[in-house]
Every structure is written in structure tokens, then in C-alpha cells.
């Protein structure tokens, strides 16, 4: 496989076509290099327009998502980030690469060493990983690290998730898929001010529920 060529494909035929067009985006995608962070036994699906199998049930966002998120949020470089599942690792390094620190969050063990391993190989050090159930909110190991400019859940939930928007400092936004299947959307969730949240619909999608996400009660009839 020609990597670059592939790479190149991803961007102008997947990317660029999804309404992401920060060229500072597109660049970092040239950087980070995807394929060093997908199981070596997917190695050749690298860049294609699919979610790969990270193993534990867990999967790794397509390529197009991974990019407009990074988009919509806009990260600077004096931002702290909050990741909720750090999955193979490719997305903290994105982030990372864009802001100040990232704190990444993953519940189970064997995909936080092979997020760790993943972003290590690559000189990534502004990153700290801790394993953890994020779905309950920030967890004891990082609680003295907020306010965060960003958050961002990998997985999706069933309503906004409050316990996590309480640590957002004003100026702060958040990225969530919000809702359950058939009909789920994402969100960029801004706070505008101490206590003050406003939430922007971007595009319909379906994404794997957050590891351990509390779920709403439901009527029986």
C-alpha cells in the first residue's frame, strides 16, 4: 500500500467532502500518522471511511468524524482538554498536538496501555492517562485539573451529561452525541458563563454508547 497516496485519498475524497476545511486540520492529519494507531492487524483499513474494531467492544471513530470534531471544537493552545475514552489514543494526539494538555480517560485497562503505548511511540507528552469510569464525571485523579476549555465523549449518552458540563469554565465547549438509536445528533455545548450552557446541533449520526453511561428509566406499558 502506498501510504501517502491513501492518506491523501482519505482527506480529498472523505474529509474534505464532510465540510472540513481548516487547513490547520488537514495538515495535522498529515502529522499524526493514522496508521500507527490502529491494531496492527487492521493496519491496511487505516484510512478508510469505516469505525475500526479496537477490541473490548470498543471502536475507533471513522476518520471524517475524527477530523470535523477537531474542527468544530477549535483548540488553542493554552486549552486543557478533558477525554472521555481515549480509545487507540489517535484522537488524544490530534488534540494534544492543538492545546495545552490533554487529560484522557479510559475505563478499561487493556485499550488505556494500548492508547498509552499508541501516543507514547510518538512523542506525545503533554497527555495525562489515567483509567477510569468517565461516565460518572470527572474522575478523583483529575478532579483538581478543571476547569476545562474542552470536553469531549467518545461514546454517545442519552441526555447532556451534567455531572461532566459542570466542569467546563466559561468559554468552554464540549462534544457530545446525544440521544439513542435510531436518531442520536452531535452537539458542540458551549459555556457562555459561570452556570450558562448553549448547545449547537451539528449532524445526525449513530455512535456506540459511553462504557458504563448511566441510561434513563423508561415507561413500561
Known sequence: MNLEQARTNMVEQQIRPWEVLDQDVLDLLYTVPREDFVPPSCRNLA??????????????????????????????????????????????????????????????????????????????????????????????????????????????????????LAALGPGGRAFAVIGDVPIMTANIISCTADGVLRTVELFETLLAPLANCKQPSRFAF
Open 47 to 164: 484510512f478508510t471511511d469505516m469505525e475500526i474494531p479496537l477490541g473490548e467492544g470498543e471502536k475507533m471513530w471513522a476518520p471524517k468524524m475524527e477530523a470535523r470534531v477537531l474542527q468544530e471544537l477549535a483548540p488553542r493552545r493554552s486549552d486543557r482538554v478533558l477525554e472521555i475514552g481515549t480509545g487507540s489514543g489517535y484522537f488524544t494526539a490530534l488534540l494534544a498536538h492543538r492545546s495545552a494538555h490533554v487529560y484522557s480517560v479510559e475505563i478499561r485497562p487493556v485499550l488505556a496501555a494500548f492508547g498509552k503505548a499508541n501516543i507514547a511511540r510518538h512523542g506525545v507528552d503533554n497527555v495525562t492517562l489515567e483509567v477510569g469510569d468517565g461516565a460518572i464525571g470527572v474522575p478523583p485523579g483529575l478532579s483538581g485539573s478543571g476547569p476545562f476549555d474542552i470536553i469531549v465523549l467518545t461514546g454517545s449518552v442519552p441526555q447532556p451529561p451534567s455531572a461532566l
